[in-house]
T-cell receptor, first 108, second 115 residues
């Protein structure tokens, strides 16, 4: 299972774009990249998933370079309610694991 | 649509006591997961079910932990006897599709405190 490395914490301000990069050098060809968000006292919530290139949905974008050894979650125009822990996961049909996550704090 | 339901939300017990957690997944979700989350860490998978079958229980401490999903719907996770180090949040998640990487829907968790 590929090990993921992401920053422990990031600070931002309302209205800014937040980019969280996750390193996964040992990603396998059958692995997908998934990001979850977790608020205090709640279970994680799925944000976005991708295999390669760029994926965009209504809340975020995921950028994956051709070598797939890293990925970047982009949160456009964050608000105070985006303060949470963000987890990068790399896994496949058989295995998936959460790392320690990145605590994103959005300030007014 | 109702989400994943877990009970109880909080449980305080003394060490060596047994404890059980219950999870009802989203209707129609055949895949069910139990995770343990320690303070400041990401969730750690304990067991994954596809219908009634435990397809991945490699991280379940089988000397004291057990789980069941008898009819392929709701599930129970048990600890007997509990130890101080078992204090954590126990999360249940479900997914409509097989495969560990598919989108998982999490419940609110049960916070266990072992004294």
């Amino acid at each position: 299972l590929a090990k993921t490395t992401q920053p422990i914490s990031m600070d931002s301000y309302e209205g800014q774009e937040v980019n969280i990069t996750c390193s996964h050098n040992n990603i396998a060809t059958n692995d997908y990249i998934t990001w979850y968000q977790q608020f205090p006292s709640q279970g994680p919530r799925f944000i976005i998933q991708g295999y390669k290139t760029k994926v965009t949905n209504e809340v975020a974008s995921l950028f994956i370079p051709a070598d797939r050894k890293s990925s970047t979650l982009s949160l456009p125009r964050v608000s105070l309610s985006d303060t949470a822990v963000y987890y990068c996961l790399v896994g496949n049909d058989y295995k998936l694991s959460f790392g320690a996550g990145t605590t994103v704090t959005v300030r007014a | 649509e109702a989400g994943v339901v877990q009970s109880p939300r909080y449980k305080i017990i003394e060490k060596k006591q047994p404890v059980a957690f219950w999870c009802n997944p989203i209707s129609g979700h055949n895949t069910l997961y139990w995770y343990r989350q320690n303070l400041g860490q990401g969730p750690e998978l304990l067991i994954r079910y596809e219908n009634e079958e435990a397809v991945d229980d490699s991280q379940l401490p089988k000397d004291r932990f057990s789980a069941e999903r008898l009819k392929g719907v709701d599930s129970t996770l048990k600890i007997q006897p509990a130890e101080l180090g078992d204090s954590a949040v126990y999360l249940c998640a479900s997914s409509p599709r097989q495969g560990a990487y598919n989108e998982q829907f999490f419940g609110p968790g049960t916070r266990l405190t072992v004294l």
